[in-house]
């Protein structure tokens, strides 16, 4: 295993943030959740992508924060270095085996922040599977209760929008915003809801974090 290299992708990924600072936290959710970096990513990472993808990788599962990274770049890097072709998602099956598989040994609970965990059960929520949004839901909430009180309301609106992936799921029974990509036909549900433009992964953020954004 090279650790500089998974320890880079953390590094890039979970820059050293002041704890007490409320704005820099919303700031950073911000550029994960809304491409604040994706030029980075695709200047960077494409040739650790395409290692992970050959399963070049695959040692970096043997301990909890190279199996975060690995994941990272399965299931984040992935969607921005493909973003707009069916290879965006091509990767989300392993991803999620990765969790699972992490989360049952022990991987994700040594962990050590709530930032780092999310991101490694993300990929539950990325599937079209209601057992694995369900887990998804289940592992943010515990992140709520369990976390300090100044991350409570961030991490609050992250278990609300695990909830919306699963409200989306339960209804059409996968992602209509990856249809066109994946040459999947539409329903007409389907395109009222994509004409609508309220994608949950766009959702604003509640009034007491966006002041944070102005």
Request: hydrophobic share 40%; net charge negative; glycine share 4%.
């Amino acid at each position: 295993m090279k650790a500089e290299q998974f320890e880079d992708v953390l590094q890039f990924w979970f820059p050293n943030l002041p704890s007490t600072d409320p704005a820099a936290r919303v700031r950073q959710w911000e550029w994960w959740f809304r491409g604040g970096r994706d030029a980075e990513i695709i200047e960077h990472f494409p040739p650790l992508l395409e290692r992970a993808i050959r399963g070049e990788l695959d040692d970096w599962s043997q301990e909890p924060r190279s199996r975060l990274a690995l994941i990272l770049v399965l299931d984040q890097f992935s969607r921005t270095i493909y973003q707009g072709t069916a290879q965006a998602f091509a990767q989300d099956k392993k991803a999620c085996e990765l969790a699972i598989a992490g989360i049952a040994n022990g991987h994700y609970a040594a962990l050590k922040t709530p930032w780092e965990k999310t991101f490694f059960f993300l990929p539950l929520g990325h599937t079209e599977d209601l057992q694995h949004q369900d887990q998804a839901i289940a592992l943010a909430d515990e992140l709520v209760h369990e976390s300090p009180p100044e991350y409570r309301s961030l991490l609050e609106f992250s278990a609300a929008q695990v909830r919306r992936h699963r409200h989306i799921i339960a209804q059409f029974g996968r992602h209509p915003h990856r249809n066109e990509v994946l040459g999947r036909q539409s329903t007409p549900e389907e395109l009222e809801y994509l004409a609508r433009g309220q994608l949950v992964h766009r959702h604003p953020f509640p009034p007491d974090l966006a002041q944070f954004l102005s």
